[in-house]
């Protein structure tokens, strides 16, 4: 009998392959305005119909971040929480009911300074699903892929356009799903994406046995419907990112942290933003 339980994540996108339906995958920065917060707005995106959620791990130096995100980071590390506080945040949210997966989103250098087994124990014991480390080298992934597998986490990889020769090598190894980023540069809200990104997504699909996710750019339900047909979940940071920001109360009033009516206006863009049933294609 095997001891290994199944995966949250695999779980719940043979469900959604079963209704035909695309997974909906906000990106929240923890500690953003403050980490009591970041468990409300968690609980707010469960209840808008998120399928599961990455949770942000704020970073000083995020090379890959456009500004929106940037910003929620330097309002995050306002309260210099680390990155043991942004795991934590898991469990409170399961003590509040939430349900849906976690994946931990984080840059590669926190996790090696605490441990990459220190690491890896912390995720699991906090469960979380997934892990995405989108600057993790290439001559590190073996050991970190070795640890993750045994503590159950999924390594998440991403590819790019641009990474098109190796598509085969990284979405062979993939677990949970492979990251698809829909264009080049940072993250940050797009009207349009990279020119050959149907042919990429197609490529990816060949080369991989776990499902594809798109992210970068997407701020609408036409956009992530746009990708529905295409891939198994969409993946939005920024746009809901920006909704945060937009609600928080100005800084004059010292606690900056949202109101009910800010946690409802998020809750209610992120709703918006869910793809209709879409047959897949
Ligand atoms: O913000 P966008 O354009 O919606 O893209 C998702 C993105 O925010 C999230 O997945 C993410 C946040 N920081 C990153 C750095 C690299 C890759 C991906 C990310």
Redesign the pocket.
């Known amino acids: 009998m095997s001891t290994a339980t199944a995966n949250a994540i695999d779980t719940v996108f043979a469900e959604l392959a079963a209704r035909g339906e695309t997974a909906l995958i906000p990106?929240l920065t923890m500690g953003d305005p403050d980490l009591d917060t970041s468990v409300k707005l968690i609980a707010a995106a469960e209840a808008a119909g998120a399928h599961m959620i990455?949770l942000?791990v704020p970073y000083s130096d995020?090379l890959?971040?456009?500004p929106v995100?940037q910003r929620a980071s330097e309002r995050a590390l306002r309260h210099r929480i680390s990155l043991t506080d942004c795991i934590g945040v898991a469990s409170k949210a399961r003590a509040a009911g939430v349900r849906m997966p976690f994946i931990l989103?984080t840059y590669f250098n926190p996790a090696l300074q605490l441990g990459l087994e220190r690491f890896f124990g912390l995720l699991q014991e906090h469960g979380f699903s997934g892990v995405i480390i989108?600057d993790l080298p290439l001559e590190e992934d073996t050991e970190v892929r070795g640890i993750a597998e045994r503590t159950g986490v999924h390594l998440i990889p991403?590819v790019a356009p641009t990474s098109e020769a190796r598509v085969e090598r990284i979405a062979s190894k993939a677990k949970g799903f492979v990251y698809c980023?829909s264009s080049l540069g940072v993250?940050?809200?797009r009207s349009d994406f990279h020119a050959g990104i149907d042919r990429f997504l197609e490529t990816v699909r060949r080369a991989s046995s776990v499902p594809i996710c798109v992210?970068?750019?997407?701020s609408s339900r036409e956009q992530a419907e746009r990708f529905a047909g295409v891939a198994d979940g969409v993946?939005?940071?920024?746009?809901i990112v920006r909704q945060v920001e937009a609600s928080l109360p100005p800084e004059a009033l010292g606690d900056n942290a949202l109101t009910e009516a800010g946690l409802a206006a998020v809750q209610a863009f992120i709703a918006d933003l869910k793809p209709r049933k879409s047959e897949k294609a």
């Not at 992210?215 to 997407?218: D, E, K, L, M, V």
Request: overall charge negative; cysteine-free.
């Open positions: 990106f990455e942000g995020p890959a971040d456009g995100i989103f989108p991403l980023v993250t940050g809200v992210g970068f750019g997407i993946i939005v940071g920024s746009a």
